[in-house]
């Protein structure tokens, strides 16, 4: 296959920081912790790490092989491989174009809380009705949005490697650290309430890791299994274009099959941290009925309280911890906007600064839409999952439930029984590498993963 010039990543530790960068984001940190809190601790861990060592792996194998092989990104790397699939790299652009504005506005919800607790004004943050009144405001939301979305820009103008390559090789060290230190000062925590009990954060983390068998029947273990590959999607990237865009970028004498376990690696573990981080602090100071929250409700509402509860050191904690997600959120952005942008470079031959310029208008007057649907443009619409929705809910619904399994799921079809599990298998061996995993890479491309996306994608639409 004939293959275009373009940037690649310097080697293949910019290529793995960058993808563990784009996996390590706001879906770690306020929805793993919850489910792993619902579905029975130890038992959804165990289930995560098995389906992100052959689910995942076979995923994300797959499209980091597609990006190298063809050098394009997923708007255009799909139909080279066989022309009756460009639909799947037009599905797979359109994932990131639909997330990208809805993020943005929640990484500028973000910002807000940064900067009050960095200011001193945590207290405030913790009060109820704070988080309603600052996201239901006409102008702010969209002020921060904005800021965020040029932050993000920026980096993308400057290309793989003095942007997307040099930023992750900053931000991801230091992210590191600061999950590693907030998860060990949360096992630190003790907390006394107004009935004279005391719970600890290592309480906390025994909720969290200990295998909970209570109440567990073939059906609810069944929904732990969907639970723990719903959020392998947000965790590895995988099915919303990004490891296409990625892998188009990768030298090709790395070891691919290497770098792609060592994402794995990087991925599980902080996703494993933000758990140790949250879970115990919100059972510590809120009791078991504090970890029901997920989302916006944890993040905004339950944690700042937790905050409050630690006394004077709490303001410093909300600081380092919203530091945290805020780089978070911008190396997965960064991941998010690229695979658009490349996207329109291969397709339409834009020049990086064009596709940059172009995407970032979509993602700003979309973004508005978002922030306004708040408060002028408010409304309510039941999804077929029986939640209540408005505009962000439902683009994330469009995106996440609709969308991206149909891109995981046309995937594997397509190299699993179009071009051939080899073809990715050739493009992982060559010049010498192995590949450990090759048989049961294998299994799930065609027969395993299919039916799990399948079952998934009918959970997605209420089917069951």
Not at 37 to 54: C, P, S
Not at 151 to 165: D, H, S, T, Y
Not at 276 to 291: D, H, K, L, Q, S
Not at 415 to 438: C, L, M, S, Y
Request: with cysteine.
């Amino acid at each position: 296959m004939e293959k275009n010039n373009r940037n690649t990543f310097s080697g293949s530790i910019g290529f793995v920081l960058a993808a563990a960068g784009s996996a390590v984001g706001l879906g770690n940190i306020w929805r793993f912790p919850y489910l792993a809190a619902k579905d029975g601790g130890g038992i959804f861990l165990v289930v995560y790490i098995v389906l992100a060592l052959t689910f995942g792996f076979a995923l994300l194998s797959t499209e980091t092989a597609i990006g190298r092989l063809t050098r394009l990104g997923p708007l255009s790397a799909y139909g080279a491989i066989n022309s009756k699939f460009k639909f799947v790299g037009l599905l797979a652009c359109l994932v990131p174009a639909i997330i990208m504005p809805y993020y943005c506005v929640i990484c500028g919800w973000v910002i807000k809380y940064f900067l009050v607790y960095v200011t001193g004004q945590g207290e405030a943050a913790a009060q109820d009705g704070f988080f309603g009144g600052f996201i239901t405001a006409q102008y702010e939301p969209i002020v921060l949005m904005a800021i965020f979305l040029a932050a993000v820009a920026f980096i993308i103008l400057r290309g793989v490697n003095k942007g997307i390559e040099a930023m992750s090789k900053i931000l991801m060290p230091i992210l590191f650290l600061l999950v590693f230190g907030i998860a060990i000062f949360s096992l630190t925590i003790s907390y006394t309430d107004e009935t004279g009990v005391m719970r600890t954060g290592l309480q906390g983390l025994a909720i969290y890791v200990i295998p909970d068998f209570t109440g567990m029947t073939v059906k609810s273990f069944f929904a732990v299994v969907l639970d723990a590959m719903g959020q392998l999607f947000f965790s590895l990237s995988v099915a919303m274009g990004i490891m296409v865009a990625y892998g188009s970028y990768m030298p090709d004498d790395a070891d691919m099959n290497k770098s792609i376990g060592q994402i794995e690696v990087c991925d599980t573990l902080v996703a494993f941290l933000a758990g140790v981080m949250i879970i115990p602090a919100v059972y510590t100071f809120m009791g078991r009925e504090g970890m029901s929250a997920s989302g916006p409700g944890l993040m905004f509402v339950s944690l700042p309280k937790v905050f409050l509860s630690m006394g004077k050191i709490g303001g410093f904690i909300g600081t380092l911890f919203f530091a945290m997600v805020l780089f978070a959120a911008l190396t997965s952005a960064i991941s998010i906007l690229e695979a658009v942008v490349s996207s329109f470079m291969d397709e339409f031959k834009m020049s990086r600064a064009t596709a940059t310029i172009a995407e970032v208008i979509i993602t700003f007057i979309l973004g508005i839409v978002v922030c306004l649907g708040y408060n002028k443009w408010y409304f309510e619409l039941t999804l077929p999952t029986g939640s209540v929705a408005q505009v962000l809910d439902i683009m994330d619904y469009i995106s996440n439930n609709l969308m991206m399994p149909i891109v995981a799921i046309s995937t594997c079809i397509l190299i699993g029984w179009v071009a051939g599990p080899q073809t990715i298998v050739d493009e992982i061996e060559k010049t010498n590498h192995t590949f450990g995993r090759k048989a049961m890479y294998t299994v799930m491309i065609k027969f395993v993963a299919p039916v799990l996306l399948l079952v998934l994608f009918f959970k997605s639409v209420g089917v069951f």
